[in-house]
């Protein structure tokens, strides 16, 4: 069974620019969720989605949106980007009752 | 305040020895979920093993378990026999909410170095 596959793997914008990144689920699950990390703030949930609805939000500006679609992937936008939006974001699925599975992130750098 | 606290940044193990990474949380929800993820270099967060808060043993994986102690409000992992391959950081992390509006929320992790 594949696992959590997040597109790219690294990304390198410059301020202002906007970005997406990709995440597929594990195949059958539903539930996909959003983490930001960094050294300062270390693991900060962004948002939930399950079955093309978004389920939870956490604390982060507008710039921050995401959507999913009806194959279960998920985008994730940042638009405006600031320098304090480097980080590593990871995605999670989950199916009904599992454990949340994560990818290997996309790290992204703004310069 | 924290919902969970992982007070120790960084530990260090000899090889072939148990070491016990320290985990308390703080909810008012009676159902919730407990678990920990080992975050080697490469970024990837892997599934270690789960408590639930209604579960009356404490969960083993392999060599990993969790001592968990509900009224203190504390889950420990426990790794035995520790080898080189579990330098990474770990994370407890705990999920509140119900099925299909879950939440998950992550301590700051520890850094775990394990020697030769």
């Known amino acids: 069974k594949a696992g959590v596959t997040q597109t790219p793997r690294y990304l390198i914008k410059t301020r202002g620019q906007q970005v997406t990144l990709s995440c597929s689920p594990i195949s059958g699950h539903r539930s996909v969720s959003w983490y930001q990390q960094t050294p300062g703030q270390g693991l900060q949930f962004l948002f939930e989605?399950?079955?093309?609805?978004?389920?939870n939000k956490g604390n982060f500006p507008g710039r921050f949106s995401g959507r999913q679609f009806s194959n279960s992937r998920s985008e994730m936008n940042v638009s405006t980007l600031e320098l304090g939006d480097s980080a590593l974001y990871l995605c999670?699925?989950?199916?009904?009752?599992?454990?949340?599975?994560f990818g290997q992130g996309t790290r992204l750098t703004v310069v | 305040a924290q919902k969970i606290t992982q007070t120790q940044p960084g530990m260090f193990v000899q090889e072939k020895e148990a070491v016990t990474l320290d985990c308390t949380y703080d909810t008012s929800d009676p159902s919730y979920g407990l678990f920990w993820y080992k975050q080697p270099s490469s970024g990837e967060m892997i599934f270690l093993i789960y408590q639930g808060s209604y579960d009356q043993q404490n969960a083993t994986e392999g060599r990993y378990s969790l001592n968990f102690q509900k009224a203190r409000k504390s889950a420990n992992l426990v790794i035995s026999a520790s080898q080189l391959g579990d330098s990474a950081m770990y994370f407890c992390?705990?999920?509140?909410?119900?099925?299909?509006?879950?939440?998950?929320?992550f301590g700051t992790g520890t850094r775990l170095k394990v020697l030769a």
């Open positions: 989605y399950f079955s093309e609805t978004q389920r």
């Open positions: 999670a699925s989950r199916g009904l009752n599992t454990e949340a599975f």
């Open positions: 992390a705990m999920r509140e909410g119900t099925s299909g509006t879950y939440k998950y929320i």
